[in-house]
C-alpha cells in the first residue's frame, strides 16, 4: 500500500506539473494577443470544484476541480472541450479567439505544446547540472548480462558482452542502446573473448511487446561477498567479507544469479559452497534459510564495474539537455510505428502503466527525469491532429490559412465531439489493458 501511495503522489505531483505548464502556454498567448480567458483549472470541475476564485477586475476564473485527469483554459469564442454553443450562437466579440487572425490563433494552439517541450528541456537541463550523468560503460561489464527468453529464440546467451549494433559501438545500457539493438540487422556481442555477429530479425520490437520479457538484466556478476550478516546462515558456516562464491553443490555459478537460482531450489537445505578467498579454491557447508538465503550482502554492479559521472556547469547543461530532449522525442517517435501493430495496441497502458514509470521509493532525480519524458509525451501526443487534441486545432487552422476560409462552427463542433469520442475510447482501451494485465497476467 505504501509503495502505491508513493507512485500515486509522484504521478499526480508530475501530472499536474505539466498541465499547468501546457494550460499556461495557452494562457499566456491568448493574453498577449488580448484574447479573454474565462476559466484556469487544474484539474476538472464538472458540477462543482474544490476551489475557486476570480481576482479583482480579472475575466479569469482559477480553480481547483475534483476530477484529476487533467486541467483546461477555457477560452472565449473558441469551440473546445466546454462546447458552449450559446456562445458561439451571438456574434463574435473583439476579444474572442474567433475574431483574431488565424496566425494568433495558431500561436496560441500551439503554445501549450511548445511550453511542455521547452519545460521538458529545461528540467533535463537542470537534473544534468545537479546530478550530472552517472552509467556504467558496456566495456567495464566484463561478465556480460543475462538475456530474456525472447533474445535468446535469436540467438543471445547469458554472458554475452553488448559490443556494437550494426557497425555503430554501444557505449551504456539504457532505452537508447535497446532501441539500437531493436532497430539493428546485425549485434556484435563478445562471447568468451570471441566476437559473434546475430543477425536480428525485422519483427523483433513486435517479439518482445508481444512476450513482455523484457531484454536484459544488467547485474549480472560474479557473487562476491561484501558483508555477512551476523548469527545467519553464511556467518556460522565460516563464510567471509570478499569470498567470491563460484559454485553450489558442485554446479558452476558464474553470475549471482545462477547461486539464488539454486539456493532458492535448496531451501533449508545444507548445500556445498565452492568460493575463493585470497585467490585460494575453498568449499564450506551451509545451511540454508527457510526462504533459501546465505544471510550475506554481494557487491553491486556499480562497486564491481565503476561508474562513470560527467559533471555539467550551469550553462554547459543547456546544450547537453536540449540534446537529450530531442533525442529522447525522436526516439519516442520512432517507436509510435510500433503503436499500430496488434502487439503494439495490446502493450498500450493507461494511469497504471504511467504510474509505474515512477520508483517506489521517492527519488527526486527520477522524479524528474520521468517527469520529463511525460512532459515530451505529452507534446507529441497534443500535436497529433486528432480533433480535441490541440493538434486537431492546429489542422483546421493551417486549412483556413491555406483555404483562405475557415471551417464551420457546426463543422468544428461536430469534429469536436468526434475528436472526445475517440480520446474517451483510448482511455477506457488504455486503462482496460492495464486491468488485463494485473487481473490476468
Not at 12 to 26: A, K, Y
Not at 186 to 215: C, K
Request: aromatic share 14%; proline share 5%.
Amino acid at each position: 500500500m505504501e509503495t502505491f501511495l508513493i507512485k500515486a503522489l509522484q504521478l499526480i505531483l508530475s501530472l499536474s506539473i505539466l498541465v499547468l505548464v501546457h494550460e499556461f502556454g495557452h494562457f499566456i498567448f491568448a493574453r498577449i494577443f488580448k484574447v479573454r480567458v474565462e476559466k484556469f483549472y487544474l484539474f476538472f470541475d464538472p458540477w462543482f470544484s474544490i476551489f475557486k476564485f476570480k481576482p479583482k477586475n480579472s475575466d479569469t476564473e482559477y480553480g481547483l476541480g475534483w476530477l484529476p485527469l487533467g486541467g483546461y483554459c477555457k477560452i472565449s469564442g473558441m469551440i473546445d472541450e466546454s462546447m458552449d454553443k450559446e456562445q458561439m450562437a451571438q456574434p463574435a466579440k473583439s476579444y474572442e479567439f474567433r475574431s483574431k487572425p488565424a496566425g494568433q490563433r495558431l500561436m496560441i494552439m500551439i503554445a501549450g505544446v511548445l511550453f511542455n517541450f521547452l519545460l521538458a528541456l529545461f528540467i533535463y537541463s537542470m537534473v544534468l547540472f545537479v546530478w550530472g550523468e552517472t552509467y556504467i560503460p558496456l566495456k567495464n561489464m566484463k561478465s556480460g548480462m543475462n538475456y530474456s527468453e525472447t533474445f535468446h529464440n535469436i540467438g543471445f546467451q547469458d554472458g554475452d558482452m553488448l559490443l556494437k549494433a550494426n557497425e555503430k559501438e554501444l557505449e551504456r545500457f539504457d532505452e537508447n542502446c535497446f532501441r539500437q539493438v531493436l532497430n539493428a540487422q546485425t549485434v556484435t556481442v563478445s562471447r568468451n573473448g570471441v566476437e559473434i555477429i546475430i543477425p536480428i530479425p525485422e519483427d523483433i520490437a513486435q517479439r518482445v511487446m508481444r512476450d513482455n520479457l523484457g531484454f536484459a538484466d544488467p547485474t549480472r556478476i560474479p557473487m562476491i561477498i561484501s558483508e555477512v550478516i551476523d548469527d545467519l546462515p553464511a556467518s556460522k558456516a565460516g563464510l567471509q567479507p570478499r569470498d567470491s562464491v563460484v559454485s553450489v553443490n558442485g554446479e558452476i555459478t558464474p553470475s549471482y544469479n545462477e547461486v539464488t537460482a539454486i539456493l532458492a531450489n535448496n531451501k533449508n537445505q545444507p548445500v556445498e559452497i565452492g568460493f575463493y578467498r585470497n585467490g585460494i579454491p575453498n568449499t564450506l557447508t551451509v545451511q540454508t534459510d527457510t526462504l533459501g538465503r546465505l544471510g550475506v550482502y554481494v557487491v553491486t554492479p556499480l562497486e564491481m564495474y565503476g561508474t562513470v559521472t560527467r559533471k555539467y556547469g550551469f550553462f554547459e547543461s543547456f546544450p547537453a539537455g536540449v540534446r537529450l530532449g530531442v533525442n529522447t522525442l525522436k526516439g519516442y517517435v520512432s517507436d509510435m510505428k510500433y503503436v499500430f501493430t496488434k502487439e503494439g495496441a495490446q502493450s498500450l497502458g493507461g494511469f497504471a502503466a504511467i504510474g509505474s514509470l515512477f520508483p517506489a521509493q521517492w527519488n527526486w532525480q527520477l522524479f524528474w527525469m520521468r517527469t520529463a519524458f511525460l512532459s515530451i509525451i505529452l507534446a507529441f501526443m497534443n500535436i497529433l491532429p486528432i480533433p480535441a487534441l490541440d493538434g486537431g486545432h492546429v489542422m483546421f487552422l493551417l486549412y483556413e490559412v491555406i483555404a483562405r476560409r475557415k471551417p464551420s462552427d457546426k463543422f468544428l463542433e461536430y469534429a469536436q465531439i468526434t475528436g472526445m469520442f475517440i480520446l474517451f475510447a483510448l482511455l477506457i482501451y488504455a486503462n482496460g489493458n492495464d486491468i488485463f494485465r494485473y487481473f490476468f497476467k
